[in-house]
């Protein structure tokens, strides 16, 4: 009667841990959903501007990150579906509780009541077993698809923060270049006009008179003026033709 009542009891202990193995690997696959489901919704909000970032690519990193990111939302996807396919609805064979349960303890030995019950835990044990590692499948396929989009991730991060300073790299030496036009244009501008300046102020000195004041000396007379007349002198005309 005793190994009969121990078998009865290691049987029925193998039994209650796998049912709870079962309720373990569905409450992960309840929590792998809920945190894949999350990363997803995420994404959705946050794909739009990643995309909008990158297209159109005009570089092979911009195809690289577009690629990456690609993956990754088909990571996540196929994460959730490996987790919601763990947690699928599906039973267990587990000993009743009925009429005929009941009559099969009233009517029944002790000893062959321990024996029918340890052959059916051991019957139930198998299909059990299955369900659940099928769904533990799942779950490690929930997992490592993780892992991988974890990796894609990372990848994508550091490939769009070399893009960035890339892209930050050109845009200082495109205003480098542009600060540097503009400042010598304003040099030569500045030239130009210097010049321009510098000209007039030449011309200035050279055509501008002089203004400088002279007083004038007040003891100094002119000769004296001579009457002239237009008026005919014969006295004049005689004492020519005399002389000659």
């Known amino acids: 009667m005793k190994k009969y009542e121990e078998l009865f009891n290691h049987s029925k202990y193998i039994f209650d841990e796998e049912s709870a193995r079962f309720t373990r690997v569905e ?85 062959d009541i321990y024996y029918a019950m340890s052959k059916n835990f051991s019957d139930s044990l198998p299909y059990n077993r299955n369900i659940t590692d099928a769904k533990a499948t799942n779950i490690k396929r929930s997992h490592w698809c993780t892992v991988a989009t974890v990796v894609f991730f990372i990848l994508f991060i550091v490939f769009f923060a070399i893009n960035k300073n890339m892209q930050l790299g050109v845009k200082a030496n495109e205003l480098r270049a542009s600060t540097a036009t503009i400042h010598n244009k304003g040099a030569i ?3 130009e006009e210097s010049n321009s300046t510098d000209t007039e102020a030449t011309q200035a000195q050279i055509v501008k008179p002089d203004t400088t004041s002279v007083k004038p000396n007040t003891n100094i007379t002119a000769p004296e003026f001579e009457l002239v007349t237009e008026s005919f002198d014969p006295s004049k005309l005689n004492s020519n033709q005399k002389a000659k």
């Not at 959903?33 to 990193?61: E, H, N």
């Open 189 to 191: 501008k500045m030239s």
């Open 27 to 111: 409450d992960k696959a309840a929590k792998s959903i809920t945190v894949i489901t999350s990363l997803l919704a995420v994404y959705a909000l946050t794909g739009r501007q990643i995309f909008g970032d990158l297209l159109p690519v005009s570089s092979c990193v911009d195809k690289l990150l577009v690629v990456l990111a690609s993956l990754v939302l088909l990571g996540l996807f196929i994460s959730w579906i490996f987790a919601f396919r763990a947690l699928q609805i599906q039973g267990l064979k587990k000993a009743p509780l009925n009429d005929k349960v009941l009559s099969f303890y009233n009517d029944e030995n002790l000893v």
